[in-house]
């Protein structure tokens, strides 16, 4: 890109980013500065308004970016993604979404300390989902630094870099100063911008080929070099037994791990009841069903138009396939059609970077304040809480900014498809036996989530992702011997394995009266918060 093509992108990131701050500023001036605020915002959004706002979290830079990017590389076998982050809301919706909101405030661990000891089990599930938050928000910060090193061309490992560092300290300010409020109305502004983008998008894929998607797809693999097989199964999890299984655990990651994303279950305390909390879902869905539906179009439409050599010479993990798909479309790198509809894709991708990191972030300093520095201190003030929350977003930024630079050159989707291992393996399983098991204790809660996490993160290191490849974090090192890439097939069951085992030689018995209080609770909504 050139400089004159430059302008405009970085125009549109400039007005972005300053409509962000203003809301920011304006939310940071009227809040009464409580937990409940903080945290949750008051719980005064609607479902549609919070539908909006969990499609704008959930809709990532990995939906955006790298979805779109691994079908135009691998056809077929990208489209898992996409089906496997719609189906997991129902998961979300028929299990979790309801439950949670009745049973919790503001966390995850409110969920499960409600009939457990709280101190064990707070500082287990926050720690988990620390963990969890930072897998995710490294995902948005490559995202972000792929995007703008496309953008500016030759300086692209320096862009990729600073870009990095500046996405870091704009989800800090959001966090720090608007709270939950201002997230909420970010990540809506930023939802309607996604799908907006995604529909104009996918309207001018399909009249390129005259609405003949049969077309689109022959095209996409002609150009694929891979033929036929570009739309068969097998390109990318085919072939031997380790391919076949990492097929498998990556579905049950994503199927399973939207329902413990610690962002995701924090939306829910936004609304002020259950039922509102079910129509939030629903909302979402229908959102999100519709956009992933389109990402399957502009991913082949990618492979189609732009070509798989050119999105992998890009990026070599598919990160641009869509900013070049929106280049193409508007007539090329020379034309003010080609720079403007490039222009305003970037500035949307970013926009959508921001807005699911701020929700992370977020959601990553509740559980430090919340569960990790209350649970220390036993008996912390909410005002403390919150600003320990502040502080708290601040080093998370950190972490997540250092860990971004060394993955940079990783598919977005493949590292959200991590983050997702890591909260099935640990968070989904406690808080199913929470809310489902009658017998359930606070050994068996804690050994769940360490049994699930550490499991979970040591095989990550141990996988062909950190060292014993070309494409891995450390390419000159090799201590793989875990075969691979997502290691949610083996840690998933661990989670569900060590909470039975916990629980079954715990000497203390489960509390009958606060599990039937809390399953009152959880189904009726009497005495929810």
């Known amino acids: 890109m050139t400089g004159e093509h430059q302008t405009p992108a970085l125009v549109l990131f400039g007005v972005f980013v300053a409509v962000t701050l203003a809301i920011t500023t304006y939310v940071s001036r009227n809040r009464r500065g409580s937990a409940e605020e903080f945290y949750a915002g008051g719980r005064l959004f609607s479902p549609m308004e919070n539908g909006f706002a969990i499609a704008g979290d959930y809709m990532s830079a990995a939906s955006f970016l790298g979805i779109s990017g691994l079908i135009a590389l691998y056809g077929y076998d990208g489209l898992l993604y996409s089906v496997g982050f719609l189906v997991a809301w129902l998961v979300v919706l ?135 097989a570009f739309l068969a199964p097998g390109l990318k999890y085919g072939g031997d037994w380790t391919a076949r299984l990492d097929f498998i655990s990556l579905g049950l990651a994503l199927v399973l791990g939207t329902a413990g994303l610690p962002h995701i279950l924090s939306r829910f305390y936004t609304v002020p009841t259950a039922r509102a909390a079910r129509r939030s879902v629903v909302w979402s869905i229908g959102l999100i069903g519709g956009f992933y539906l389109m990402t399957i179009v502009l991913g082949f439409g990618a492979a189609a138009i732009v070509g798989a050599d050119a999105v992998r010479g890009s990026n070599a993990a598919g990160n641009t396939a869509v900013p070049l798909l929106a280049l193409d479309l508007g007539g090329g790198a020379d034309s003010t059609g080609g720079t403007v509809l490039f222009a305003v894709v970037a500035a949307i991708a970013f926009a959508t970077i921001l807005a699911v990191v701020a929700g992370i972030t977020l959601a990553s300093s509740a559980s430090v304040a919340h569960d990790l520095y209350a649970s220390l201190r036993r008996r912390a003030e909410p005002r ?99 075969p691979l890439d997502n290691p949610g097939l083996v840690s998933i069951p661990l989670g569900f394995l060590a909470g039975w085992l916990g629980t079954v030689t715990s000497a203390d018995r489960a509390d009958e009266g606060k599990h039937a209080e809390t399953e009152v609770r959880s189904l009726t909504g009497a005495g929810a918060v």
């Open 94 to 228: 028929f299990l979790v979404a309801e439950l949670v909101r009745n049973c919790g405030r503001f966390t995850l661990a409110d969920v499960v300390a409600a009939r457990m000891r709280e101190r064990p089990v707070r500082i287990a599930a926050g720690t988990s989902s620390v963990t969890v938050s930072v897998l995710y928000l490294v995902a948005q910060m490559v995202g972000a630094g792929s995007l703008v090193a496309l953008l500016l061309g030759e300086t692209g490992e320096a862009a990729q870099a600073w870009t990095v560092v500046g996405v870091g300290l704009l989800m800090v300010v959001y966090v720090s100063l608007g709270g939950m409020r201002a997230t909420t109305w970010i990540q809506i502004v930023k939802a309607v911008l996604l799908m907006g983008g995604a529909v104009a998008l996918t309207v001018l894929v399909l009249m390129r080929f005259q609405g003949d998607f049969n077309h689109l797809l022959r095209t996409a693999a002609d150009r694929s070099g891979h033929g036929s």
């Open 384 to 482: 403390s809480e919150v600003a320990v929350a502040r502080v708290a977003a601040v080093g998370i930024g950190v972490v997540a900014i250092g860990l971004g630079l060394l993955a940079k050159d990783l598919n977005v989707a493949f590292l959200v498809g991590l983050a997702f291992a890591v909260a099935a393996s640990a968070n989904l399983p406690v808080l199913l036996y929470s809310l489902f098991w009658r017998r359930f204790t606070t050994r068996g809660a804690v050994w769940s989530v360490y049994g699930g996490l550490l499991p979970a993160l040591v095989l990550v290191v141990l996988s062909p992702v950190v060292s014993g490849s070309p494409d891995a974090l450390f390419p000159g090192a090799d201590f793989q011997y875990f």
